[in-house]
């Protein structure tokens, strides 16, 4: 199937002209006496509107990620470029998107808030897709199908060929969000993004960069794309203080590196523990840095671990999810504090 950027855009945002911010409009050229945004001559570096396209911070992404700087879009967390994705491909009240089911809430959630219907197709009784299923469940006005790989909740890596099967196949949109594909041992889309021109691959500085707070996600997708979501973007979207953290955190790479070597290998001693206790059914294997259970009783163990002061995720209620838990890699003492208090438990 072939892919046509502009058919697959809305009307408003392909004709838009963006928002000219004074950071822009001199570009280029030396300057010393900023007098052109009405900001405070006083109270430094703060006085002053941050870089509208980050073009440090996507300067060391680029050699981090191995994407070139244009390919690279950043957000208020991915759940900003989430958002956009709606904005920039879906007419509300006549398009819809297609999800897997079950996975991250916020693609229904931004569905709802932009008024796009949001269809869902069932994974098998691995938590695995399948293409024709996927496809079969789009129409003409299906702008955007989402996959989640490793899935959240569901811990799994989804099939790469029926991946590449739904990407070489649908004329919209297929975004490919791997906000914890550095937990996982197979190759990322993120590195083949030049080979589909209808993907979008999100990531994010929430997971394994350890910087949930300072709300950073990323998008790699075409030049076209990115120039899409730069358009519609508010134009400060990411502030100085964050760009600042993320240029700091993208000089500690060994840092992190350790922290992802440290969370894989808990990984797989949490989840073999867990799997023993009496009361767990099923571990299902993950390629994230979290692990689903299945357990007898979920809602009694989840209060339980509350009441000894210990937080996972209940997801008992979550379609194909009944009776399982959501349980976050820690430290290992974290870990180990877990798995006690279930030995305890009675
Ligand atoms: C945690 C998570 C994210 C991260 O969202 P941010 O807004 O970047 O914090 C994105 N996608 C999935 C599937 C996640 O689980």
Do not use: H
Not at 28 to 56: C, H, K, T
Not at 59 to 86: C, M, T
Not at 113 to 118: A, F, K, L, Q, T
């Amino acid at each position: 199937m072939s892919f046509n950027l502009e058919n697959t855009v809305r009307p408003n945002i392909w004709k838009l002209k963006p928002y000219s911010c004074a950071r822009d409009e001199f570009k280029g050229r030396p300057a010393r006496v900023f007098l052109d945004a009405n900001e405070s001559p006083y109270n430094g570096p703060y006085n002053r509107y941050p870089d509208p396209l980050q073009e440090e911070v996507k300067a060391r992404l680029a050699k981090v990620k191995s994407v070139p700087a244009e390919n690279i879009f950043l957000g208020n967390g991915s759940d900003e470029a989430i958002d956009l994705v709606y904005r920039i491909f879906c007419n509300p009240q006549k398009d819809n998107v297609v999800a897997i089911e079950p996975t991250y809430g916020m693609y229904g959630v931004c569905a709802d808030i932009n008024d796009v219907e949001y269809r869902t197709v069932l994974l098998d009784d691995k938590y695995q897709v399948n293409a024709d299923k996927v496809l079969a469940a789009t129409d003409a006005n299906t702008k955007v199908i989402w996959l989640c790989t490793p899935n959240n909740p569901t811990g799994n890596l989804l099939d790469r060929n029926e991946i590449e099967k739904i990407l070489n196949n649908f004329g919209g949109i297929v975004v490919v969000d791997e906000a914890y594909s550095d937990f996982a041992s197979e190759r990322p889309f993120r590195l083949d993004i030049e080979r589909w021109p209808n993907i979008i691959v999100l990531n994010t500085f929430s997971k394994a960069w350890g910087c949930a707070s300072i709300r950073l996600g990323m998008a790699f997708a075409s030049t076209e794309i990115i120039g899409l979501m730069n358009k519609v973007k508010y134009p400060y979207n990411i502030n100085m203080l964050t760009q600042q953290k993320a240029l700091e955190m993208l000089n500690e790479l060994d840092r992190v590196n350790q922290w992802v070597a440290s969370v894989r290998a808990e990984r797989s001693k949490i989840a073999n523990a867990f799997g023993e206790l009496p009361i767990c059914e099923k571990v299902y294997p993950t390629d994230a840095n979290f692990f689903l259970a299945r357990v007898k009783d979920a809602n009694a163990i989840y209060n339980y671990l509350i009441d000894n002061g210990v937080v996972v995720r209940n997801r008992n209620r979550v379609t194909l999810c009944g009776n399982c838990l959501r349980i976050t890699v820690g430290t290992p003492g974290e870990n180990m504090e877990l798995i006690a208090a279930m030995r305890r438990y009675k």
